[in-house]
């Protein structure tokens, strides 16, 4: 029966091909990868970690081993799934990941703080134009800081009890090579976000676009409830939904490419079975940063024309 289901293909042979080092193949194929505490986050889908030969969809909510990861990313049938995971297909073969012992979950740490934040705002508000009264407003909450020795931005995700149980880092350099990542140890349904007093939810992406979007939007931001998914996955959008059964209008401000378009419909789908209000809104360029830096670029302009006229 065995035989029958993996075709002519062995059950032990199936089994080497699930041991295959995703990452290693990624690069082999020219993806981008990104750091993301302990795993890796694809370039080109936000959504979806590796770990040696384990991957998993945040957004969709399933993952598996390399077999499944190929067959899906790739869109490939069992049998040339099995034919590149092998090396039958004439590429060179590809490195196995050593079974080991699963390590214990990393206990949560907040990056060490450093003693002034002027690398940060210089970052956040001097290249990204993040309104400074609004970034302000997260630093005295204690929701924004910068690191110690490495200057990054720390945006900080807190639970029901104020007790910090997410960080995610973003470099504060405009130049050169630039990462973000989750600390490791963050809990995924306590992403960074900021609780209102009306019923309203707005979602995004990134720490740095749900600030672009107070930034343009600053009217009464504050009685608004914002939060920032950390990538797409669902977890920490439906954790604030179930600690305020309030928040009936939920609006999704994902970004403006293939992977929001996707993440959009699919959270739609979750909100409206729970009976909310459901709205999109689409930044003009690729995300909200995005539209706040053009906008700030075209103001500048029209004051530079004013005062040379």
């Known amino acids: 029966m065995g035989e029958f289901f993996y075709g002519k293909y062995s059950k032990e ?77 004439g590429q060179a073969p590809l490195p196995y990941i050593q079974k080991k012992p699963e390590e214990p979950a990393k206990e949560f740490v907040l990056p060490t703080a450093n003693q002034s934040m002027r690398r940060m705002y210089g970052y956040l508000v001097g290249y990204r134009q993040i309104d400074p009264d609004v970034l302000s407003a997260f630093v ?78 600053p009217e009464g931001w504050q009685q608004n409830s914002y939060i920032a998914l950390c990538g797409v996955g669902s977890q920490a959008m439906l954790r604030q939904l179930e600690l305020r059964p309030e928040l009936h209008e939920v609006f999704l401000c994902l970004d403006n490419d293939q992977a929001g378009q996707t993440a959009s419909e699919r959270l739609t789908e979750q909100l409206e079975r729970m009976g909310k209000a459901v709205y999109r809104l689409v930044p003009q360029m690729k995300d909200w940063n995005d539209n706040l830096r053009e906008e700030v670029t075209l103001q500048q302009q029209e004051g530079g024309m004013v005062l040379g006229f």
Not at 20 to 34: A, I, K, M, P, T
Not at 147 to 158: C, I, R, S, T, W
Not at 175 to 195: C, D, I, T
Not at 203 to 214: G, M, R, T
């Open 13 to 89: 042979q199936v089994e080497q091909a699930n041991q295959v080092d995703l990452e290693q193949l990624l690069c082999r194929n020219g993806e981008e990868l990104l750091h993301s505490g302990r795993d890796k986050r694809l370039a080109s889908d936000h959504s979806i970690t590796i770990r040696g030969n384990r991957w998993y969809d945040h957004a969709a909510g399933e993952g598996g081993f390399s077999l499944s990861f190929v067959r899906r990313h790739y869109n490939l049938s069992f049998g040339d799934a099995m034919r590149l995971l092998t090396g039958e297909n």
């Open 140 to 217: 005295k909450r204690k929701l924004v800081y910068e690191d110690a020795p490495y200057h990054n931005a720390v945006f900080v995700g807190l639970d029901e009890d104020g007790v910090p149980r997410h960080a995610h880092k973003r470099s504060t350099v405009s130049m050169g090579k630039q990462f973000r990542l989750n600390v490791e140890g963050s809990n995924p349904a306590y992403s960074f976000h900021w609780n209102g007093i009306n019923r309203s939810l707005y979602v995004f992406e990134a720490p740095v676009d749900l600030l672009s979007y107070i930034s343009l939007n």
